[in-house]
């Protein structure tokens, strides 16, 4: 910024050090005398553009790769094992398969419930984390190449934007959403987050109401150090080949499921997921604490 011009500061400190790209970075290291680096190796880095050459050099950040030389060193890096957002149920698998099971929930936070904010139960979603398995349903994913663009000449405009989606997945998600509504949460405590963008849209669509009462519908891009009371992942993925794209990037995942606060629904097929080691060892991580359900075994209507 001109305003800073040549100024050297005693000490640079940077939030969300592994969002920022190597060129960013610097800039601020190069005008400190010392800096502290806060930031989570484990969720989204920052977004670069121009191939995988180009991804390969940008795509590891400065935090990174300070964190990997200096791993162990106590004199350099620093892990916060102590966290003050989700439910111990919801917050295990990720500390499991992120971060050695070294995160503790803060006593304040490590048995909240939505029933501790006046909801009304649930008798079949009685858990924190509840994961809704749509395998067999034959709610099979498609895939879209184009997407509404706003309009040119008063007409609707179209642009390219690969994507996928799944339209029973959408219905399912859209009808979770308004049982939750029913329980007495207010939407504004509510997200639905989405594996592809393609998906959101429709999800846009069908929660159209609710979205004007502030439930908030997006991508996990979106939604990375933010948090809700209450949050609806929804995978999207189905097909016969076990095929999962970019939900290989489980950094990605890990990112949609440390969101939710107090309650935590994934909608997702374990038949197409199931062979990925990550995604296994979710669905075993639910079935070990009695939360795997299944979309054959209701159809989510409202609570009276």
Same mark, same amino acid.
């Given at each position: 910024?001109?305003? !800073? $011009?040549?100024?050297? #500061?005693?000490?640079? %400190?940077?939030?969300? @050090?592994?969002? +920022?790209?190597?060129?960013?970075? *610097?800039?601020?290291?190069?005008?400190?005398?010392?800096?502290?680096?806060?930031?989570?190796?484990?969720?989204?880095?920052?977004?670069?553009?121009?191939?995988?050459?180009?991804?390969?050099? !940008? $795509?590891?950040?400065? #935090?990174?790769?300070? %964190?990997?030389?200096? @791993?162990?060193? +106590?004199?350099?890096?620093?892990? *916060?094992?102590?966290?003050?957002?989700?439910?111990?149920?919801?917050?295990?698998?990720?500390?499991?398969?992120?971060?050695?099971?070294?995160?503790?929930?803060?006593?304040?936070?490590?048995?909240?419930?939505?029933?501790?904010?006046?909801?009304?139960?649930?008798?079949?979603?009685?858990?924190?984390?509840?994961?809704?398995?749509?395998?067999?349903?034959?709610?099979?994913?498609?895939?879209?190449?184009?997407?509404?663009?706003?309009?040119?000449?008063?007409?609707?405009?179209?642009?390219?934007?690969?994507?996928?989606?799944?339209?029973?997945?959408?219905?399912?998600?859209?009808?979770?959403?308004?049982?939750?509504?029913?329980?007495?949460?207010?939407?504004?405590?509510?997200?639905?987050?989405?594996?592809?963008?393609?998906?959101?849209?429709?999800?846009?669509?069908?929660?159209?109401?609710?979205?004007?009462?502030?439930?908030?519908?997006?991508?996990?891009?979106?939604?990375?150090?933010?948090?809700?009371?209450?949050?609806?992942?929804?995978?999207?993925?189905?097909?016969?080949?076990?095929?999962?794209?970019?939900?290989?990037?489980?950094?990605?995942?890990?990112?949609?499921?440390?969101?939710?606060?107090?309650?935590?629904?994934?909608?997702?097929?374990?038949?197409?997921?199931?062979?990925?080691?990550?995604?296994?060892?979710?669905?075993?991580?639910?079935?070990?604490?009695?939360?795997?359900?299944?979309?054959?075994?209701?159809?989510?209507?409202?609570?009276?």
């Amino acid at each position: 910024h001109p305003l !800073l $011009g040549d100024q050297q #500061f005693d000490c640079v %400190v940077v939030d969300e @050090a592994t969002q +920022a790209s190597d060129p960013l970075l *610097l800039v601020a290291l190069g005008r400190a005398r010392v800096a502290v680096l806060a930031g989570d190796p484990h969720q989204l880095g920052p977004v670069v553009t121009g191939g995988p050459q180009v991804e390969d050099v !940008l $795509g590891a950040t400065v #935090f990174e790769r300070l %964190v990997s030389r200096h @791993a162990g060193a +106590a004199d350099a890096t620093v892990m *916060l094992e102590q966290q003050h957002r989700m439910h111990l149920e919801i917050m295990t698998f990720p500390s499991r398969s992120k971060y050695g099971g070294k995160l503790i929930a803060a006593p304040a936070v490590a048995t909240h419930r939505l029933e501790d904010l006046g909801t009304m139960p649930d008798p079949l979603r009685p858990r924190p984390l509840w994961m809704i398995d749509t395998a067999g349903k034959d709610w099979l994913e498609q895939r879209t190449d184009f997407e509404p663009g706003g309009s040119l000449n008063n007409m609707p405009s179209f642009q390219f934007d690969p994507s996928t989606f799944n339209s029973g997945n959408a219905e399912r998600v859209a009808a979770e959403a308004r049982r939750l509504l029913s329980r007495g949460l207010p939407p504004t405590e509510i997200a639905v987050i989405a594996a592809y963008s393609a998906q959101a849209r429709r999800l846009r669509e069908l929660l159209g109401e609710e979205r004007a009462a502030g439930l908030e519908i997006g991508t996990v891009d979106g939604f990375q150090g933010r948090e809700k009371e209450a949050v609806i992942v929804d995978l999207v993925r189905s097909n016969e080949s076990g095929e999962i794209g970019f939900l290989s990037n489980t950094r990605r995942m890990n990112v949609a499921l440390t969101r939710a606060k107090r309650f935590l629904i994934v909608v997702a097929d374990s038949a197409t997921l199931g062979d990925h080691p990550y995604y296994a060892a979710f669905i075993r991580y639910v079935d070990e604490i009695d939360a795997h359900g299944s979309a054959w075994s209701d159809d989510a209507p409202a609570l009276a």
